[in-house]
């Protein structure tokens, strides 16, 4: 009999010293709100802004019990969501969450359903609520391709209803809808009777859109427009970049002006190929919350110049010791890490507009025990893409949450009414840069016009201005 209660005496204290031990936070899946726990543990563990944020501390809730109390105040995970992040829609304009992790990772990749036009809107001279748009490019073999609409083609309407600030989202959500379009005059928007209907469709975007070669005497400019990071079109990048080499190109234009992030690995891996004599050496250093620095390797976060993609293939260098960058309003993330990381190595020239100013990434986090895609938990397909680090160059600089500005003899803005045939040596951005090359002097008679600045708004379901990790750092999963 005594040695079944000394028994039994063993296993209670062993049990009540487990539960001592195990912090509330250790499981993704633990309690009875699946979807609300894993928001809140995986933010708690990865969250950038996890210190700045009461409800995520550590020492919030004292028991399992008392933190599905306070989750089961939300009315869904999407409002628990934003309720955890840090100055939303100020410091943080950034992270997101999404209900299907498919969408999710489609998003990431340029996958999505598309009509092939890239908009973008502006405000009426004098107005702060009337819009209009226009359209930046068109994507190749999609349905805008197949119809009468062009770069700079302009809209004042979409199925008849006039655009403003507070509609414009919501009338471009549709499968299928008509612009209705407008003739443009130094600002003025005039309807014009004429119509166009696009309809979307599954789109896979390669984001390397054009690359060329001019001849300017015994200088040879290779030109490249690149309109996102993404990791499955590196092999893409990489022979885009073996073409110029094979041409003999002395010079680079890289055009990023509608260029708004992607990978950080390929982020990195485009700086390699844009040089190539710093290899093995630092491109950006990453910046993660005190949990995850306390208790990981520095080295961990250190995203270093490399010789080859992800497939494995040698990287195609030019060897660049300068290299002229377009940019707008829409450069932003990998874009800006682009500009910041090769800064300290070669000299940037930047052409252009100011950027956006996006020196945080984030990281897809699923609901498993380690908040990778392995064991997922079978009961809902939720996943977060929150912010987890800022990121700064060699010399430990990152601060440009207002864009990185370009010198004041390089600043361009776009003419909406005569934005130029992009590859055409006379299209205004790239005959400055063309002109710089040449005689390092300014556009001749530069064309005075007024410019209406695009609207940046960042939609809850937006990722166009993510810049994000393809994976886990090394020993970061093995966070206390």
Same mark, same amino acid.
């Given at each position: 009999m005594k040695k079944n209660i000394a028994v039994l005496l063993t296993i209670v204290i062993s049990s009540l010293l487990f539960l001592r031990c195990t912090d509330i936070d250790d499981s993704p899946q633990a309690g009875t709100l699946p979807i609300q726990n894993f928001i809140w543990k995986g933010l708690n563990s990865y969250y950038l802004y996890q210190e700045n944020v009461a409800d995520l501390s550590d020492n919030r809730f004292s028991s399992q019990k008392e933190l599905n109390n306070f989750l089961s105040a939300f009315t869904n995970p999407e409002e628990l969501f934003n309720s955890l992040l840090y100055q939303k829609n100020s410091t943080d304009r950034f992270s997101v969450i999404f209900s299907d992790y498919t969408a999710l990772e489609q998003a990431l990749s340029g996958s999505n359903d598309t009509n092939g036009a890239e908009l973008a809107f502006s405000y009426k001279n004098g107005s702060s609520t009337d819009i209009f748009g226009w359209v930046k490019y068109i994507m190749p073999n999609s349905d805008a391709a197949s119809k009468n609409i062009q770069r700079g083609t302009v809209f004042y309407a979409i199925n008849g209803v006039p655009l403003t600030v507070n509609n414009y989202r919501q009338l471009i959500a549709s499968t299928t809808y008509t612009l209705n379009l407008a003739d443009y005059n130094n600002g003025s928007i005039t309807p014009n009777g004429q119509t166009v209907s696009l309809t979307k469709m599954p789109y896979s975007e390669n984001p390397v859109f054009m690359t060329n070669v001019y001849d300017l005497g015994t200088k040879k400019v290779g030109y490249l427009i690149y309109n996102g990071f993404y990791s499955n079109y590196e092999n893409q990048l990489n022979q885009a970049f073996g073409s110029l080499k094979a041409q003999g190109i002395t010079h680079l234009i890289l055009d990023l002006r509608y260029n708004s992030g992607g990978s950080v690995a390929t982020a990195t891996r485009l700086a390699s190929m844009i040089t190539g004599q710093f290899t093995g050496q630092i491109f950006a250093k990453q910046q993660w919350n005190n949990k995850i620095t306390s208790n990981s390797n520095s080295s961990n976060f250190i995203n270093n110049f490399t010789s080859t993609i992800s497939n494995g293939n040698a990287i195609n260098t030019l060897q660049l010791n300068k290299i002229y960058i377009l940019t707008t309003r829409s450069t932003a993330s990998a874009s800006e890490l682009i500009i910041n990381g090769l800064k300290p190595y070669i000299s940037v020239v930047q052409i252009g507009k100011t950027t956006v100013g996006k020196n945080v990434g984030s990281v897809t986090l699923y609901d498993s025990p380690n908040f990778t895609k392995t064991n997922l938990n079978p009961s809902h397909r939720y996943a977060m893409q929150p912010l987890v680090l800022k990121i700064v160059n060699k010399n430990g600089f990152g601060d440009y949450a207002n864009g990185i500005s370009p010198d004041i003899s390089n600043e361009l803005a776009e003419d909406i009414g005569n934005l130029g045939v992009i =590859?055409?040596?006379?299209? #205004?951005?790239?005959?400055?840069?063309?002109?710089?090359?040449?005689?390092? =002097?300014?556009?001749?008679? #530069?064309?005075?016009f007024k410019t209406p600045e695009e609207i940046i708004e960042k939609s809850p379901r937006d990722l166009k201005f993510e810049m994000y990790l393809d994976e886990f750092p090394k020993d970061v999963l093995n966070i206390p």
């Open positions: =590859g055409d040596p006379n299209e #205004p951005y790239l005959a400055k840069a063309l002109a710089l090359i040449n005689n390092g =002097g300014r556009l001749s008679n #530069p064309k005075e």
